[in-house]
């Protein structure tokens, strides 16, 4: 590999890839397999210094930056411009005192849950391990146990980031209560983030699991119904979704999963009181299976088995003042075994409120909305969205917006990711911190 201190006159040992080089691709690589960047420069970084020697590489010619960890959250296919490469920044420091963690920015939420259980804490990390730390929490970060603690952005006490001027800057509430408040909520738009300090909580158990029906024995319809009334009576400190998967019949399934509809409610609850709250989910009907118990923290990512390995995926998200029961039973048709185009779509509706609704000093917004309904369709864009624009059509009159960490392919669509006050408020952060738009290869706001 060669390095930009070459081409930038600099000190730092960078390594930068460029098409052709042999590891190019493969520094690419990611979760999402269904764009593809071709960035002119990727600036694989190891370092603080790394990613300001990229960034001022780049702003030096006005080149558009990009930013990838793990490939779970990519906007788009993107040409051009430089791409740094964090995956090597994987530090994890918890300080078991101040109950806080130290995560660098490819930090990916399996390293965390592991470093924090032997003191009996974890941090406000989401279904999937895989899914990076950093991005996660600059796009609000809606967690397993998210009514409980609300979103994990609520929890940073401090990040570092590098900022297009290529400032190293350490950002703290009482330090620079702005860039603080753009960050978390809008952070993909004003810098790398090269590191976050965030509170944990100190849960060493939890009781949850997911209860699966037969989606062709029980109506999806009627779980749904049940378990937005079920939601009603539910503690704050309770956080639980509703899925609808339709599996396809191939051999990589295991057999139990095969070609079946699968109809979830998924729970997670750091009370004593978990069984006896969830006995009225059992009686909705004939249960598939049954994985809600006692668990360690350790064994959280369970409750979701979200899939682990790369694949292509194009998703969207609703947040809801209220569900409307008719038009999602209508949304549940649409996206069921036999959807539009045969594009495979997985459904999920997320309960909201409690501490979520809680106001914080950060631009995560839609503190109000009531339910989240996230479509997430495989295969190609086109066919994705022919099968999602009418689907979320149907939801309009009760959405309030659209959530940002679950925007998958729709780079290009900003609309609705804020409300109109805290769009204003981030657009003339943007036009203070980063005036020539250098990272719009994001969701953000632009100047
Ligand atoms: C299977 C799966 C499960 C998920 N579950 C949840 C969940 O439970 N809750 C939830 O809230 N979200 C969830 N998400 C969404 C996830 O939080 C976002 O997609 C997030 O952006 C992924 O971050 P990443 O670093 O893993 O991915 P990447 O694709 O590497 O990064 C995504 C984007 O973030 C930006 N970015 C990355 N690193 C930095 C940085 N250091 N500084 C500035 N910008 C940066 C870049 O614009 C990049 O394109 C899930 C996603 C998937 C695919």
């Known amino acids: 590999m060669n ?36 960035p002119a420069i990727i600036a694989a970084a190891s370092s603080t210094d790394d990613v300001i020697a990229a960034v001022r590489y780049a702003a030096h010619r006005n080149l558009p930056i990009g930013v990838q960890a793990t490939g779970h959250g990519l ?8 791409l740094i490469t964090t995956k090597r920044m994987d530090g994890v420091h918890i300080d078991p005192q101040a109950r806080t ?35 996660y929490t600059l796009g609000g970060g809606l967690g397993i146990l998210a009514r409980k603690f609300g979103y994990a952005a609520d929890h940073v006490r401090a990040l570092d980031v590098v900022t297009a001027d290529g400032r190293p800057r350490h950002v703290t509430r009482e330090s620079d209560p702005e860039l603080y408040w753009a960050l978390l909520g809008g952070g993909h738009t004003f ?57 396809p019949d191939i051999p990589a399934l295991p057999p139990r999963l095969r070609g079946r509809y699968v109809v979830s409610v998924r729970v997670a609850h750091t009370g004593a009181d978990g069984e006896r709250l969830v006995a009225p989910l059992r009686g909705i ?22 899939p682990d390995f790369p694949h292509t995926y194009y998703g969207d998200s609703a947040v809801l003042s209220e569900l409307d029961m008719e038009k999602a039973a209508e949304l549940l048709v ?30 995560v917004p839609y503190r109000e909305g009531r339910f989240l309904v996230r479509l997430l369709a495989m295969g190609g864009r086109a066919e994705a969205r022919r099968l999602l624009d009418p689907a979320f059509a149907l939801l309009a009159p009760v959405t309030i917006g659209r959530a940002l960490n679950f925007a998958f392919g729709a780079g290009d669509r900003t609309e609705g990711l804020y409300d109109a006050g805290t769009r204003e408020r981030l657009a003339g952060l943007k036009s203070q911190y980063d005036p020539a738009n250098l990272f719009r290869r994001n969701y953000g706001v632009s100047a």
Request: proline share 9%.
């Open 101 to 135: 963690v130290r995560v660098q920015a490819g930090v990916r939420w399996s390293q965390v849950v592991a470093a924090a259980e032997p003191y009996g804490l974890a941090p406000l990390n989401g279904s999937a391990p895989g899914v990076g730390a950093v991005s």
């Open 75 to 82: 906007p788009g296919a993107s040409e051009g411009g430089v």
């Open 191 to 247: 810098g790398v983030v090269t590191g976050l300090e965030i509170g944990l909580v100190p849960v060493r158990t939890l009781y949850g699991g997911s209860l699966a029906f037969d989606g062709r024995e029980v109506d999806p319809a009627v779980v749904l119904r049940a378990y937005e009334e079920w939601t009603r009576s539910v503690p704050d400190g309770l956080t639980s979704s509703f899925a609808t998967v339709p599996y």
């Open 3 to 38: 390095s930009l201190a070459k081409t930038t006159g600099g000190t730092t040992d960078l390594h930068v890839l460029r098409p052709g080089d042999p590891a190019y691709d493969d520094e690419l690589a990611g979760f999402q397999t269904g764009f593809t960047q071709r």
């Open 334 to 363: 649409r996206t069921g075994p036999d959807p539009v185009d045969d594009t495979m779509c997985v459904v999920q509706i997320n309960h909201l409120g409690g501490a979520l609704s809680r106001p914080a000093p950060n631009s």
């Open 285 to 306: 009907g004939p249960v598939l299976a049954d994985s809600l118990r006692e668990m360690p923290y350790a064994e959280s990512h369970t409750i979701h088995s979200d």
